[in-house]
């Protein structure tokens, strides 16, 4: 079979709902590179800062290195803007959305809420709410997304950065992406893990 005979959904047989489930796991099998090739693309995006949207991916993803976090952590903050691309209006959430199969849920409910939390920085000058991260208070990882805003986040503006390639964060990226989707060992519900690691750290 190379393509199923039906034009309505309700009209295909097991068989071809088979061969569709095969093309769908081999899909999934290239995640990890189509993000990787998406944050490429981000460089395209948001003119007017010292550095592009990817410098600013690329640069929170060493910082979370180099301060000793986890897999979870460097991942999420490599991609924690990927949703500009496509969704300038909750990019926050769009990027949680790619990351919450397969990171842990702090992580998750930090990139997703990472946009309330950075408006701590800017939304004075903007006519916005500062305190905007505020209606979060008393959720467990509060403070995990108040310290990756402040140290991975707003920090990570700066042209003359040492910043790490992009292809040094490419298997981290894989690994991730290759996890079981939903596997309980990863999300790990309301396990909190910290953002720095001074023995990892003092590796990298
Ligand atoms: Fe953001
Ligand atoms: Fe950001």
Not at 53 to 70: E, I, K, M, N
Request: hydrophobic letters at 35%.
């Amino acid at each position: 079979m190379e393509k199923v005979n039906f034009k309505q959904m309700k009209d295909g047989t097991r068989e071809e709902y088979e061969f569709l489930t095969a093309h769908e796991i081999d899909h999934t099998k290239h995640t990890a590179d189509r993000l990787l090739a998406a944050l490429v693309d981000l460089d395209k995006s948001l003119s007017g800062y010292q550095i592009t949207r990817l410098g600013h991916s690329v640069q929170s993803a060493t910082r979370a290195w180099r301060d000793g976090a986890d897999i979870d952590w460097v991942v999420s903050a490599l991609l924690h803007d990927i949703g500009d691309i496509y969704a300038p209006y909750n990019h926050d959430e769009y990027a949680a959305t790619i990351l919450k199969p397969f990171v842990r849920e702090q992580c998750t409910w930090v990139v997703q809420t990472h946009g309330d939390f950075q408006m701590l920085y800017y939304g004075h000058h903007v006519g916005g709410d500062q305190h905007k991260r505020d209606r979060h208070r008393g959720n467990p990882y509060f403070d995990d997304c108040a310290e990756f805003c402040e140290r991975w986040d707003q920090a990570s503006f700066d042209p003359d950065h040492d910043d790490l390639p992009l292809n040094f964060f490419a298997p981290m990226v894989r690994e991730v992406f290759d996890r079981k989707p939903y596997d309980p060992a990863v999300i790990r519900p309301d396990q909190r893990e910290p953002l720095t690691n001074e023995t990892a750290a003092a590796t990298r």
